[in-house]
Structures are given as structure tokens and as C-alpha cells.
């Protein structure tokens, strides 16, 4: 599996971004999708998932109401819309393929990372 994250950027507090992860290889579809992120000197945090079967999405609660997290099947491609986003939300932003868990997920494979940084 092979996982191509893209989107990352400079934005001002409140404003939007857009991440995309392409998905390929062989088994892709037999595993649910999710985004983490790291900030500078923290611990790498879970932000969402999601599955290609359909059912819905999971957000951890700090970006509940703000990001949304998506599937595009016909280009094996997953979304992390960001909207009013927060400095807090800087970061570099990992897209993964792996299974989910109650309110998390155990990645097996990791695309590279993609910085977030949210101006003040």
C-alpha cells in the first residue's frame, strides 16, 4: 500500500486547507483510512477515520465541528477538509491505511507527512 498526502500550507488562523491522500496498491480497499498529526515537540495524535465501505467518518473531539474527513472511491483518494482552522492545529499531518478501533485506529502503513502551519 502506497499513500501520497498532499495539501499542506500556510493559512491564517480561521481560514481553510484542504489535505488529499492518493491511495494505491494491491489491498488499499480493505483498509480504513485515517489522518494523525505531530506538532513540534508533542506526542503524533489521531484526528480521524474513515472506511471505503461507507458508515460514518470518526473525529477525535478537538477538531469535531471544524474538520471533515472524506472519500472519493473512483479516485482512491481520501480528504481531510480543515475549516477554521486554529494555531494548535500546526502540525505535519500523516496520512495512514490500517484498522479502526473504538475511537482511534492501528495504522500498518503511513504515507509521508505533509506541514500544516496556522498562522496567529
Known amino acids: 500500500v502506497q499513500l501520497q498526502a498532499s495539501g499542506g500550507g500556510l493559512v491564517q488562523a480561521g481560514g481553510s486547507l484542504r489535505l488529499s491522500c492518493a491511495a494505491s496498491g494491491r489491498t488499499f480497499s480493505s483498509y480504513d483510512m485515517g489522518w494523525f498529526r505531530q506538532a513540534a515537540g508533542k506526542e503524533r495524535e489521531f484526528v480521524g477515520r474513515i472506511s471505503w465501505r461507507g458508515g460514518a467518518p470518526y473525529l477525535t473531539d478537538s477538531v469535531k465541528g471544524r474538520f471533515t474527513i472524506s472519500t472519493d472511491n473512483a479516485k482512491n483518494t481520501v480528504y481531510l477538509q480543515m475549516n477554521s482552522l486554529k494555531p494548535e492545529d500546526t502540525g505535519l499531518y500523516y496520512c495512514?491505511?490500517?484498522?479502526?478501533?473504538?475511537?482511534?485506529?492501528?495504522?500498518?502503513?503511513w504515507g509521508q507527512g505533509t506541514l500544516v502551519t496556522v498562522s496567529s
Open positions: 495512514v491505511a490500517g484498522l479502526k478501533t473504538v475511537a482511534n485506529m492501528n495504522p500498518r502503513y
